[in-house]
């Protein structure tokens, strides 16, 4: 017996697991009877024994523990668990389950399918407390009706409850409930003996119904909503059950007594607040609803908990639509789900989720009428329902207008062009690649049809990235480090010749430094992380953790330079920064922590200053064109998009074809005087005058790997450029009775041997515990650019055969001595393969236009747009194209932009191309209509 401290929130418990099972040695033995003993307190005063027996059953209940107790942390130290705690309890505790959280959802389940291929548990070799836990939360999500990988949330289910040795818990047929029955009734009597109590494990233990309520008794007329009800001589029931925190399980356990509801309170900052009472299983996709209602630039979110009790009087987690009735100021609008009208009796909670009151659904209307509330109706559509009536949304609102409700208009299809990431819900199942679920380790989809989806697949199959507990860090895997380690080596290989030093300076900067200087921090400073606190103790003053190192090195510039002997200073850093974003995190691509490379340079003038930036600009062309094959458009930035701080800014900008959008790869930046001014930094020039040194800045990030990742990769996973690839070739022996790995190893280290002797990055992948097909497939989704493939016929012919990854080609080839440089000058040939056929998608989107109305409908081709200009200082004019575009952009699809999304429709500045094409005189600007003076490069961009 063990007791859970901390603060109960809404019950208390006391809870016991029997057998080998316990909080401080949380091990289930395989066979062992598992057998969870709770003795539950509710705030009510009930005291109630319960009892869960099987896998199932405890992994519910403890899955509703940790949701009441907020045990994130828990006994389970594995730091998986933890991580899928974190990922998955928000979701259990009512929150939308938006895109990101979806795609980190399904990454987890694909590294879950891991152990799972490895027939191994989770945590250790045995099943575990965390087994337990995790299986109970992906049940809990599931019941939510998130958009998940069905095949594999029951696969793992089935075999974590397998291995454990219950009963396997099928959920898809019934004719395969009873296969399954058999198959252990027959072959595992034994172990079903020394688990009597497992065979009687069902799903629905988890909750348990314990009897109905008089409305004679006590307790009942104490309830005002009950009295209420009574006073309106509707006939209704009320039953007791244990607490329950989700419509789904209410009813999965109390579903006999009729159809229970789901109630959300929202909250819109321009149209109030909203009491939606819907059936358990309905789509409640606020978007689509605000739509239905005709409510127009909605946001809506789940109402804060003090508001809760404010207006419905109730505790979160015992909504129902009869607290409308402490709604005496008709804050609240109502939104009844007319689907629930064909059910004989619904069920909501009146006031507390340990009770549940049924009633016809046209009585229930009559309650909230009887307060003063109009009821609207709408027809919800059911999760993971095909939208067949509706296919812009969730909700039907035919019917909406003759029940009285607002209808809304039915939103615009999307009108052609570039295909947007899809959205939660949205057809994600259709781009679903036809048979993906049959092998756990493929792709889930289809980089043109779900790209967001199909990235976030991608970087955590290729085990490029493994999921972390705070959002917007990653952890970057050795197959993403090796190639930021790749284009470091590059880098600092160019460092030397150009009079670059590496040295490194420290993370924190103070309050007083970093805010030096005002231009530079302004628009920054809801993104500086601090740290106030060490210990228990608060510090003296806050200290920032470094976004960028210009306020920690200049300081120390200072120091060091007093004479023009002293410049040119020039340092580099690789370093990590913070910078805590809101917009919606992408590993990679905008990520709360990531890695860069930070260049800080002063000099004695200006046109030295402008050397160092267009050097360092030319090395960033280096990384994205020679090392990770991306084409690049470098130039100027507007006076609008530079870097405040500084005097001017170039960049260089990639474009991403499948998203139709530009991405700033690398900036580097003519700081000017300013710092120098801010800082106190001077010097004597040779003239003995004292002269304010003239600075710049540069950086590239791991941003780099994101967009390698987004532009080669495609639906089998990753392409790798030669250059970064961490690996370039892989053999992998076709072993067979015939020839055994004894046979084929020698040959395959022989290739091996050859190919490294002449520099090629080579791995012979001997494992015994794969198959050929399996290791095919791990590899092409690593995206090594070459496999060699030996069989039997091939160690008798002395050969080998060598398949591409970037194009699929395949080719025999002998395995003499000119395989290696053969295979060196095709490292070559599929770099600048990959380049061109980068380049010439990205020319095929790059189009003129010299009027506006040509603007938006290119931008949603997704193309990128060179239009002459009036001038780089127009901010003004420039802020309208971004605003005018963005508008039109969501005219024509119909969508609404969410703030917090990482991109946007608007189209924006990309640069100044240095490259810039002829401008005949006279030529007007496509949006002023004055006299243009360059072109300027637009489009959306992330
Ligand atoms: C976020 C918070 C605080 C960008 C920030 O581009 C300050 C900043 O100064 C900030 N985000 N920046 C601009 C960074 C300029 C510059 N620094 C060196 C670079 C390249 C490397």
Known sequence: MASLTGPPALTSVVLSLTTLLSLSAPKVTPGAKLTLTASHKSLSGFTTEVTFTGLDACARYYTSLSRALDLTGGPQSESWTLSAANVLLPLTKGKSLDEYKASVFNNFLASVDGHLLGETYLGSSEGSYADVLVCGLIKAVKDKGAEVQGENVIRWYNTVASMLKYDLIVEKKEEKKEEKKGKVEGGKKDKKAAAPAAAAATPASAGALLGSLSPDSDDYKQNGLLTHLTSLSVASTTHTHTAAFTSDELQNFAGSLGQHCKNIFLKDKKHGLFLVTAAHDADTNTKALAKSLGLTGANMRMAPEDLLGKHLDVKKGSVGPMCIFADKDKAVRFVFDATLLKHDKVFSHPGRNDWSTGMAPADLIKFVESTGHEVTQIEFGTKGAAPAASPAGAFDTANVAAKGGKGGKQPKQPKGGKQEPKKKGESQKKAKKEGAAD????????????????????????????????????????????????????????MGPLGVDPAYFPMFVSKSRLEKEKDHVEGFAPEVAWVTKSGDGDL???????????TIMYPAFKDWISSHRDLPLKLNQWSNVVRWEFKNPTPFLRTREFLWQEGHTAHATLEEADEMVMQALELYRGVYEDLLAIPVIRGYKTEKERFAGGYMTTTCEAYVPTSGRAIQGATSHNLGQNFGKMFDISFQDKDGKQAIPWQTSWGITTRTIGVMVMVHGDDQGLVMPPAVSPLQVVIVPIVSKKVSYDTLGPYCEEIQAKLEAAGLRVKYDDRTIYNPGWKFNHWEQKGVPVRIEVGPRDFDNKACRVCYRYNGEKEDKSADDALAPFLAGKMEEIQKAMFEKVKNERDDHLVKVHEWKDFTPNLEKGNLILTPWCGPEFQQE??????????????????????????????????????????????????????AKCWVLWGRSY
């Open 439 to 494: 092998t756990l380790l493929a792709l889930q989809y289809k980089k043109n049809e779900a790209f967001a989806e199909w990235y976030s697949d991608v970087i955590v199959l290729s085990e490029m990235i493994h999921y972390y507990n705070i959002s917007g860090c990653y952890i970057l895997r050795p197959w993403s480090f090796k190639v930021w380690e790749k284009i470091q080596r590059w880098f600092d290989a160019k």
């Open 540 to 550: 003296a003053e806050p200290i920032a953790i470094r976004p960028t190192s210009e």
């Open 878 to 931: 420039e802020e309208e194209v971004k605003d005018k575009s963005k508008a039109e952009g969501l005219e024509r699809s119909g969508g609404e932009e969410d703030e917090r999304c990482a991109v946007s429709v608007a189209g924006k500045t990309l640069c100044i191309p240095f490259d810039q094409p002829d401008l005949p005189e006279g030529t007007k600007c496509f949006y002023t209509g004055k006299v």
